[in-house]
């Protein structure tokens, strides 16, 4: 169902729904216990499920269910019984993120409409797009975009918009975030972010938290949101107070009606030094940056009471017409919402009046106080008699009720036995092929060993890729492209196609658009889990897959045999990237080298590397798993060279091919443990 402009509110658990939906919500999204970003929310059950389900729909709320992380194929068969829940609470979308997830959706329920998360890290219009040839109704748009680039994706993606107006800023672009997955084993993919970008990250050595965000807020913008052709406004925070949730959402009314709202309420209930609209405006600077103090925590524990008020009484928001008729013999009142009506007869026996009461009935049937609707027509039949108050409030409360259980009965979506795939685990191959990707050519050693069998660069660098591995060469793909680096990127990717390269490597569905006609490696910014997701790669043109680094290797070996899986097999790994940049709360842009370090509270200096609009932030400890060539069941293993010199980079080509031991400090990453 297509909507105008909603408020779109968290819902972590039962008591933030009820005060979202009392304060004024427009509709909630929340999660199911399992499969979805906030997995220590209350969340719902299949039962409390429908319960909300029921309560919101009774209001005219809508109901969008989070099923937004990455699935493990041995999931496949739970993840069915999720679907299968919203399904049947009749619910107003899913919320998902996973390839496989999408198309088992549409599979089991057609009929239940599909909105892309942020999690699918969609930022461009060629995304959006692609959002939409896969089924999606709605694309929730990367929080880093400016208002003109949101304008430009809303007006022009055939598809809904949705963006984050109030809440939590990741320093990472969502979805392409795996610090806390391999610095504790708690994937943000999976829902379980330990939030290590809060603790001690400096720029400059002191023990500040650089890469901690500010909250974001736009709640003054929402006009010129809704003015660029986005539908949905949300409010982060399934993991806050119902406090919290209201307070937002009556700002967020306030702000769409010209009126006046309490700023200082909104920032004493919850900030972080304050907010920011930096990614909106453009203004990408060190005052992005803040943490929680113990002044914040403060105000809000005194903002509390205020802000209950704001979700004592119901919000008043479905118009309901009502006809008295009154007859000699008895009264009945009848009141609908225009689809549905609820009749009641009066107990009180008329009497005839010496005067009009219609103006007496009409105050009386008026007053809607306390439940969700707001009189509309009041009509009086049937001449000059007397009702008791009484009689007329009772036989009112009780049409009213009537009319709320009507809205309120669930209306399943049709769901069908989903067809899994049969699980067949790949077996360790006996011969591998060894790729590398390089940052940069100049990164390369001057004579690449014999056993590599292919590389990837940058498409940044076609140019300068050796004409006699031009057709081993996979160009890779930005895994973001903010601003005119789209367009950027689509020119060079019509150049490559004529210079005979092996084909691109893509990190984004918007690849998929942009590469049409040419051959296409599935990156592992596709964040492939499982095996279903695979299936879903091939479908768009995928000719192989590289794996999320998050997989063990028993997930691994489980992800199918219907495209060449690769691995990573040695490298310092992106932990994370982002548009805002660390570096900048201690210098700025001016005479920057574009290289940093951020030092940990354990004194470990992760490196940091600007670029393409971006900045990576990678692991300072290189993943290593040439000494273990029997551990992942793969087709390819990937080197992946980032921060290495060329000598460095010959050195690890030398090493790996011939299973040699490590000749420093090391991680196995997640392949002998997971990501939960």
């Given amino acids: 169902m297509s909507v105008n402009f909603e408020i779109l509110a968290p819902a972590g658990n039962e008591e933030m729904l009820r005060a979202a939906v009392f304060s004024g919500a427009d509709a909630v999204y929340l999660g199911l216990e399992g499969f979805n970003a906030r997995r220590s929310a209350?969340?719902?059950t299949p039962d409390t499920l429908k319960e909300a389900v029921s309560f919101c729909h009774g209001r005219g709320v809508r109901?969008?269910?989070?099923?937004?992380?990455?699935?493990?194929?041995?999931?496949?068969?739970?993840?069915?019984?999720?679907?299968?829940?919203?399904?049947?609470?009749?619910?107003d979308a899913l919320i998902v993120q996973d390839l496989g997830l999408a198309s088992l959706a549409a599979q089991m329920a057609p009929d239940l409409p599909l909105h892309a998360s942020t999690q699918m890290t969609v930022h461009t219009l060629a995304g959006a797009k692609k959002a939409a040839e896969m089924g999606f109704s709605r694309v929730i748009l990367a929080r880093e975009l400016t208002l003109e680039e949101i304008e430009h994706i809303a007006k022009n993606c055939g598809i809904e918009t949705e963006c984050f107006v109030h809440g939590a800023l990741c320093m990472s672009v969502s979805g392409q975030c795996m610090m806390s997955a391999f610095l504790g084993g708690r994937s943000g993919n999976r829902g379980s972010c330990a939030g290590p970008c809060r603790l001690p990250f400096a720029a400059d050595g002191s023990g500040a938290a650089h890469l901690s965000l500010k909250d974001m807020s736009l709640i003054d913008y929402l006009p010129r949101l809704r003015q660029a052709g986005v539908c949905s406004a949300k409010i982060e925070g399934r993991l806050r107070t119902p406090e919290y949730v209201a307070t937002a959402v009556t700002a967020c009314r306030a702000a769409l009606e010209g009126k006046a709202y309490d700023k200082q309420l909104v920032r004493d209930v919850f900030s972080r030094s304050g907010f920011t609209d930096g990614y909106l405006t453009g203004r990408r600077d060190g005052s992005m940056f803040g943490v929680r103090t113990e002044a914040d925590t403060a105000a809000a524990k005194a903002a509390l009471p205020r802000a209950r008020e704001l979700f004592r009484r119901e919000y008043p928001r479905l118009p309901v017409d009502m006809t008295l008729t009154v007859e000699a013999e008895g009264a009945k009142l009848r009141c609908t919402d225009g689809v549905r009506q609820a009749i009641v007869y009066l107990d009180a026996q008329p009497q005839p009046a010496q005067k009009d009461q219609t103006e007496a009935v009409i105050r009386s049937l008026s007053k809607t106080g306390g439940t969700p609707f707001v009189p509309g027509n009041i009509r009086v039949e049937?001449?000059?008699?007397?009702?008791?108050?009484?009689?007329?409030?009772?036989?009112?409360?009780?049409?009213?009720?009537?009319?709320?259980?009507?809205?309120?009965a669930l209306q399943p979506w049709p769901c069908q036995?989903?067809?899994?795939?049969?699980?067949?685990?790949?077996?360790?191959p006996a011969k591998k092929e060894i790729w590398a990707r390089f940052a940069v050519v100049e990164q390369m050693p001057e004579v690449l060993p014999a056993e590599l069998a292919g590389l990837i660069l940058p498409i940044a660098e076609l140019d300068k890729v050796p004409a006699v591995w031009r057709s081993r060469t996979l160009l890779e793909l930005p895994r973001v492209m903010f601003g005119p680096l789209e367009e950027q990127t689509a020119r060079l990717i019509a150049r490559a196609k004529e210079m005979g390269f092996a084909g691109f490597e893509a990190h984004n569905i918007a690849h998929f658009a942009l590469c049409a006609g040419a051959p296409v490696w599935g990156g592992f910014g596709l964040n492939i889990t499982n095996c279903l997701s695979?299936?879903?790669?091939?479908?768009?043109?995928?000719?192989?897959?590289?794996?999320l680094p998050e997989l063990s290797a028993a997930r691994l070996a489980l992800l199918?045999?219907?495209?060449?899986?690769?691995?990573?097999?040695?490298g310092h790994l992106p932990l994370m990237i982002s548009r805002a940049c660390p570096l900048q709360n201690v210098r700025s842009c001016a005479g920057c080298s574009k290289k940093g370090t951020l030092t940990d509270r354990k004194g470990r200096k992760f490196p940091v590397r600007c670029g393409l609009g971006v900045r990576t932030v990678y692991n300072p400890v290189p993943l290593y798993m040439g000494d273990k060539p029997d551990a992942l069941a793969c087709q390819r293993e990937i080197l992946y060279f980032t921060i290495e010199s060329p000598v460095r980079a010959a050195k690890v080509l030398e090493m790996y091919p011939g299973n040699a031991p490590f000749d420093g400090e090391l991680t196995r990453g997640l392949y002998f443990k997971g990501a939960e």
């Avoid at 099923?67 to 041995?74: D, I, K, M, R, S």
């Avoid at 036995?417 to 077996?427: E, I, N, S």
């Avoid at 695979?534 to 794996?547: C, F, I, K, S, Y």
């Fill in 382 to 408: 049937g001449g000059q008699w007397y009702l008791p108050g009484s009689a007329l409030n009772e036989a009112r409360r009780q049409a009213l009720d009537q009319l709320l259980q009507k809205r309120s």
């Fill in 417 to 428: 036995d989903p067809v899994l795939p049969v699980v067949q685990k790949r077996p360790v």
């Fill in 534 to 547: 695979v299936e879903r790669a091939a479908a768009l043109g995928a000719q192989g897959v590289t794996a």
């Fill in 42 to 44: 209350g969340n719902f």
């Fill in 63 to 91: 109901v969008h269910v989070a099923l937004n992380t990455t699935v493990y194929t041995e999931e496949l068969p739970a993840v069915t019984q999720a679907i299968r829940a919203a399904a049947d609470a009749g619910v």
């Fill in 560 to 570: 199918g045999p219907r495209l060449p899986v690769a691995a990573i097999g040695y």
